[in-house]
């Protein structure tokens, strides 16, 4: 629900709002490939978590991957429904969240722990592995910081 301030409407972005976001956009995907393609290049010691050592492995990958896939449809569904005239700054948002994961990713030197299971090897990520998916940028984690941008 949205507060009128002195009963005049919100205005529409314009197509300057909509070419900076889709700009900026699309420069957080460049980037985001290029700085997992290097991060992924180099020789990283594996990271250590001495409370995940002790608990079981399981496979719970394709889970997490088309859950995430869900919520991210949802959050679009949601956004194109109810918040269309955000769009320009949920889609800003969502890629200065990008750029600056990608400076800590970078930042960090730390590699997937050892005993890692392979990422993104479900027949609908496999294809983008390596491009838009890598094994090494785990810190920090998209899919627990993003949810708060919504």
Do not use: C, Q
Not at 36 to 56: A, C, E, I, Q, R
Not at 88 to 96: D, N
Not at 117 to 137: K, N, V
């Amino acid at each position: 629900m949205r507060v009128m301030v002195s009963g005049e409407p919100e205005a529409r972005p314009s197509a300057f709002h909509w070419g900076i976001s889709l700009a900026l956009f699309a420069l957080s995907l460049v980037v985001f490939n290029l700085f997992g393609k290097h991060h992924g290049s180099l020789p990283l010691k594996p990271g250590v978590d001495p409370l995940f050592g002790l608990l079981p492995l399981w496979d719970w990958t394709g889970l997490l991957s088309y859950g995430y896939l869900a919520f991210l449809v949802l959050a679009a569904a949601v956004s194109l429904r109810w918040e269309r005239d955000r769009l320009p700054y949920i889609l800003a948002a969502i890629s200065l969240f990008v750029l600056v994961r990608n400076v800590f990713i970078v930042s960090t030197p730390v590699g997937p722990p050892a005993d890692m299971l392979p990422l993104y090897t479900h027949p609908l990520f496999a294809r983008m592995r390596g491009e838009l998916f890598f094994d090494t940028e785990l810190f920090f984690s998209g899919h627990t910081g993003l949810p708060f941008l919504y």
